[in-house]
């Protein structure tokens, strides 16, 4: 017999108020569901980055057995602060239609927090509640209520904020708080998301199908303004079904479709290193020696920064591009522009020697 399943989709933030987003009203009849993932979160003005890695987010119906609904091995980072105003759609999940009353997240058990002198420390984690604890290896587990009813063939969000307004350090550690928080506030939220995951479906300029690792999909929209590159040199791809590839764009929970801004083809061998992969602003630029410094608002591809400036060396090979698209060149990287590297972390000079340097209009 069929078993009938909801579908969740998680979304992460963290709100100026300190929201973790809650699961909205699921809705529909059948045999299955959605739960979307989301993530949402202010720490300390001390700290404008506080860099935390998530690598996996269950849900239990009663307490005791659980549900894997995400799952990334190597983490996903997640620069908190920049996440005040914004949820992040991290992916789908489907789950047996009903009402889920708890999550537990695996965390890193350290977070990177940037001073505002340029000091960068990583340090212990202590969560509220009653379910804090250690997990394997360098992990954490924080466990918490939610409140999140999902029907079959129904869609539901469930927003995990991140309360920065009440972390606080206290011996060392950093004692941090996550929460279900207010849905109305995330109405009014921007809606972005990054997924990875396998391209199906495929119809070349308009929109694809993303299976990523629950083995949902996602849709994916491609515009004129869709950057499309490979990560193996930064050059321009071409999509294909099957490839594995890293989508990250705006998210329109309504229509259920991610609207490409870049889609990253990870044309690279197993077991290669991800290449290091920042976006954020412009602070600094050397003409002569062709290197910036960024101070990053996001880090992909599970690169987390070690500073809270991250320098940038460009070669004769490093290519550039405006988003929407259109030609660049070293000249147009200039102090105040928000910019999107990809490239591999040196860590003798710490810095990203960069494949392609995409410019934001």
């Given at each position: 017999?069929?078993?009938?399943?909801?579908?969740?989709?998680?979304?992460?933030?963290?709100?100026?108020?300190?929201w973790?987003?809650?699961?909205?009203?699921?809705?529909?009849?059948?045999?299955?569901?959605?739960?979307?993932?989301?993530?949402?979160?202010?720490?300390?003005?001390?700290?404008?980055?506080?860099?935390?890695?998530?690598?996996?987010?269950?849900?239990?119906?009663?307490?005791?057995?659980?549900?894997?609904?995400?799952?990334?091995?190597?983490?996903?980072?997640?620069?908190?602060p920049?996440?005040?105003?914004?949820?992040?759609?991290?992916?789908?999940?489907?789950?047996?239609?009903?009402?889920?009353?708890?999550?537990?997240?695996?965390?890193?058990?350290?977070m990177?927090?940037?001073?505002?002198?340029?000091?960068?420390?990583?340090?212990?984690?202590?969560l509220?509640?009653?379910?804090?604890?250690?997990?394997?290896?360098?992990?954490?587990?924080?466990?918490?209520?939610?409140?999140?009813?999902?029907?079959?063939?129904?869609?539901?969000d469930?927003?995990?904020?991140?309360?920065?307004?009440?972390?606080?350090?206290?011996?060392?550690?950093?004692?941090?708080?996550?929460?279900?928080?207010?849905?109305?506030?995330?109405?009014?939220?921007?809606?972005?998301?990054?997924?990875?995951?396998?391209?199906?479906?495929?119809?070349?300029?308009?929109?694809?199908?993303?299976?990523?690792?629950?083995?949902?999909?996602?849709?994916?929209?491609?515009?004129?303004?869709?950057?499309?590159?490979?990560?193996?040199?930064?050059?321009?791809?071409?999509l294909?079904?099957?490839?594995?590839?890293?989508?990250?764009?705006?998210?329109?929970?309504?229509?259920?479709?991610?609207?490409?801004?870049?889609?990253?083809?990870?044309?690279?061998?197993?077991g290669?290193?991800?290449?290091?992969?920042?976006?954020?602003?412009?602070?600094?630029?050397?003409?002569?020696?062709?290197?910036?410094?960024?101070?990053?608002?996001?880090?992909?591809?599970?690169?987390?920064?070690?500073?809270?400036?991250?320098?940038?060396?460009?070669?004769?090979?490093?290519?550039?591009?405006?988003?929407?698209?259109?030609?660049?060149?070293?000249?147009?990287?200039?102090?105040?522009?928000?910019?999107?590297?990809?490239?591999?972390?040196?860590?003798?000079?710490?810095?990203?020697?960069?494949?392609?340097?995409l410019?934001?209009?």
């Amino acid at each position: 017999m069929r078993k009938a399943m909801g579908f969740v989709g998680i979304l992460l933030g963290a709100t100026a108020l300190a929201w973790l987003t809650g699961c909205g009203g699921g809705s529909g009849t059948g045999d299955s569901g959605t739960l979307r993932l989301y993530v949402m979160d202010s720490f300390s003005d001390d700290y404008p980055q506080v860099w935390a890695t998530l690598r996996r987010i269950e849900v239990s119906a009663g307490g005791s057995s659980w549900r894997t609904v995400y799952d990334d091995a190597d983490g996903v980072e997640l620069n908190l602060p920049e996440l005040a105003d914004t949820a992040e759609m991290l992916g789908e999940a489907a789950v047996p239609p009903g009402s889920y009353v708890r999550a537990r997240l695996t965390l890193r058990n350290t977070m990177r927090l940037m001073h505002r002198n340029g000091s960068a420390a990583d340090v212990p984690l202590r969560l509220s509640g009653n379910g804090f604890g250690p997990g394997p290896n360098d992990t954490c587990m924080v466990e918490f209520p939610i409140a999140c009813s999902v029907a079959g063939n129904g869609q539901t969000d469930l927003l995990i904020d991140f309360d920065l307004p009440h972390f606080g350090l206290d011996g060392g550690q950093l004692q941090a708080r996550i929460q279900q928080g207010d849905a109305n506030r995330f109405r009014a939220m921007h809606k972005r998301g990054r997924v990875a995951g396998q391209v199906a479906n495929l119809e070349p300029g308009v929109a694809f199908d993303l299976i990523h690792a629950s083995r949902r999909s996602v849709h994916v929209a491609l515009t004129d303004a869709t950057t499309i590159v490979q990560a193996s040199d930064g050059q321009a791809g071409t999509l294909a079904n099957g490839q594995f590839v890293f989508v990250t764009g705006t998210w329109d929970p309504t229509a259920g479709v991610l609207t490409a801004t870049v889609v990253v083809i990870m044309d690279i061998p197993v077991g290669t290193p991800r290449p290091a992969h920042v976006r954020g602003t412009v602070l600094e630029v050397d003409g002569a020696a062709k290197t910036f410094v960024v101070e990053p608002l996001n880090a992909f591809m599970n690169f987390r920064p070690m500073a809270q400036r991250v320098k940038v060396t460009t070669t004769d090979s490093t290519l550039y591009g405006f988003v929407p698209r259109g030609p660049a060149t070293f000249d147009d990287v200039t102090v105040g522009a928000k910019v999107d590297v990809m490239g591999a972390y040196d860590g003798s000079s710490d810095s990203i020697v960069a494949r392609r340097v995409l410019i934001a209009r």
